[in-house]
């Protein structure tokens, strides 16, 4: 049971480049989120997954595009990177009902110039 | 205004002594509260959740809930140098786990 993971793990990008975020859980969660944190900023919502097949915009969507590939796989796609994009990403995953307990994958340090 | 809003810190606090650390949220029709740990370079981990108003304790913490002040606090007991990390207090606005918000977090250093 490996819980949420990420890959990768790191990544260098050039301003303009793009790429995906992958992460997946084997928790058999309904609801996936993708956050970043900045250094003072706590966790900020990119986007979420209530449920398969629904995604919704949180905090900060803009730059940002999600893909809810299935119920294990939530992706994460930057069409143009920029530097204000320079962050970690995390990923996490709840189950529905209970105490809601989000759990985090390792997250993504992400490195934009 | 920030949905929810928790002091930077750092907060020092001397080994043994209580640290006490402070949150309070917007949304009047929030529903659940969670206090994640957050140890340098690691991902997030979950402490604490309270539901109802008043106390919840779990070994050394204890979470504290007044939804007519619109504030959760997280007291830590007999604090050890392993709780130095960054405490984050999250608020689920509905009851469907489908939008959880963070604070920014307070940071928290236990001195020997």
């Known amino acids: 049971n490996a819980g949420v993971t990420q890959t990768p793990k790191f990544q260098v990008l050039k301003t303009g480049q793009s790429m995906t975020l992958q992460c997946a859980q084997d928790?058999?969660?309904?609801?996936m989120y993708w956050y970043r944190q900045d250094p003072g900023m706590g966790l900020r919502l990119i986007y979420y997954?209530?449920?398969?097949?629904?995604?919704d915009k949180g905090e900060v969507p803009n730059g940002y595009n999600v893909s809810r590939l299935n119920k294990r796989e939530f992706s994460l796609r930057l069409e143009s990177a920029a530097p204000s994009q320079t962050s970690v990403y995390f990923c996490?995953?709840?189950?529905?009902?209970?105490?809601?307990?989000?759990?985090f994958g390792p997250g993504t340090r992400l490195t934009v110039l | 205004q920030k949905e929810v809003e928790q002091n930077s810190g750092p907060l020092s606090v001397p080994e043994g002594a209580i640290a006490s650390l402070n949150c309070t949220y917007s949304?009047?029709?929030?529903?659940?509260f969670f206090w994640y740990r957050q140890y340098s370079g690691k991902s997030p981990e979950l402490i604490m959740f309270?539901?109802?108003?008043g106390d919840k304790e779990d070994g050394r913490f204890t979470a504290q809930l007044n939804k007519a002040s619109q504030y959760v606090s997280l007291l830590i007991r007999d604090s050890q140098p392993s709780d130095s990390a960054t405490y984050l207090c999250?608020?689920?606005?509905?009851?469907?786990?489908?939008?959880?918000?963070f604070g920014s977090g307070t940071r928290l250093s236990i001195r020997p």
């Open positions: 996490a995953s709840t189950s529905r009902v209970g105490n809601n307990e989000q759990f």
């Open positions: 928790m058999n969660h309904n609801s």
């Open positions: 997954s209530a449920s398969e097949g629904t995604t």
């Open positions: 949304d009047r029709g929030s529903q659940s």
């Open positions: 309270i539901y109802s108003n």
């Open positions: 999250a608020v689920n606005r509905d009851s469907s786990a489908s939008k959880i918000i």
